[in-house]
């Protein structure tokens, strides 16, 4: 695992242009100034003043509304717009020259073909499906470059990512619909589990603030052992299982509801439906 802030720094500051920075972009604006990316070289693009101040005023970085001019100023540019507006921003962007820039897409759903179509034109493209937890530097952010992305510019996009996360990189891009079920979605389904786990506690006696401190500490010690440890998952979770015990009744209750089943049929589903997303995108 790559350490947020650790020394997986671009080389030399390229100037990064975040169009449209919400959430997500500014976890990445934050994320590089701390590795000591100069904000000179960040730009950002919100649409009312307002967002557009609290950009510059938070990260002192150049702020303002005009994506195409940012983006004829960068290297490398994010499209963080949400899907539904991505078409638009392409639009925006067709008189735009991206010979020699990175274009790096957040948008869920939107291929790399896609993205092009609009664009007009079809420069080095990396696809990019980070998660909610990038917000806090401990973001899964699953990887697609096209064949034109050079070695430096994978490298610049991989470190772009690893600012606020780990990285993993596919060679298919149709399996970032699978990395958008698993990890796009996934802390949704953690957060569900540990929903239940707290109803349940308090269901059986316990008052719902210690349900949740139980529960919340549990599912962090729990992630941080598989974390560091060398053993696998399976491994992990024999050496809690004593024969007999309590925890191989409760496993053995899950076995019997089919969990490893039921949770293949619930990535299957949101894998299908990032799949007709895309579709309707296009």
Not at 49 to 67: K, S
Not at 88 to 116: H, N, P, R, Y
Not at 138 to 153: C, D, F, K, N
Not at 240 to 254: E, M, W
Request: hydrophobic share 50%.
């Amino acid at each position: 695992m790559k350490i947020p802030g650790g020394k997986n720094k671009m080389r030399n500051p390229s100037q990064i242009a975040f169009l449209g920075a919400g959430n997500l972009a500014q976890s990445l604006v934050a994320g590089l100034l701390a590795q000591g990316h100069p904000a000179a070289a960040l730009r950002a693009t919100r649409r009312g003043p307002e967002q557009q101040e609290a950009l510059r005023t938070r990260f002192g970085i150049a702020a303002d509304g005009d994506n195409r001019e940012a983006a004829a100023w960068a290297e490398l540019v994010v499209l963080a717009v949400k899907p539904q507006q991505l078409a638009a921003l392409c639009a925006e962007l067709a008189a735009v020259d991206f010979t020699g820039k990175l274009v790096i897409s957040v948008a869920a759903g939107a291929t790399t073909a896609l993205i092009a179509k609009h664009l007009g034109q079809s420069p080095a493209m990396v696809r990019a499906m980070p998660n909610t937890p990038s917000r806090i530097g401990l973001g899964a952010t699953g990887l697609y470059a096209t064949p034109a992305v050079s070695p430096a510019q994978k490298a610049e996009a991989e470190a772009l990512f690893q600012a606020v996360g780990t990285t993993a990189w596919l060679a298919d891009e149709g399996l970032m619909d699978v990395v958008t079920a698993v990890a796009g979605s996934g802390p949704a389904y953690y957060f569900a589990f540990m929903e239940a786990m707290q109803a349940a506690a308090v269901n059986l006696g316990l008052d719902e603030a210690t349900a949740r401190i139980l529960v919340k500490q549990t599912a962090l010690g729990a992630v941080s052992l598989a974390e560091r440890s060398a053993e696998d998952l399976a491994e992990l979770r024999r050496q809690v299982t004593s024969k007999g015990g309590t925890t191989a009744a409760a496993l053995a209750r899950f076995e019997a509801g089919d969990l490893n089943g039921l949770v293949l049929d619930a990535l299957s589903v949101a894998t299908a439906r990032g799949r007709e997303l895309a579709q309707a995108l296009d």
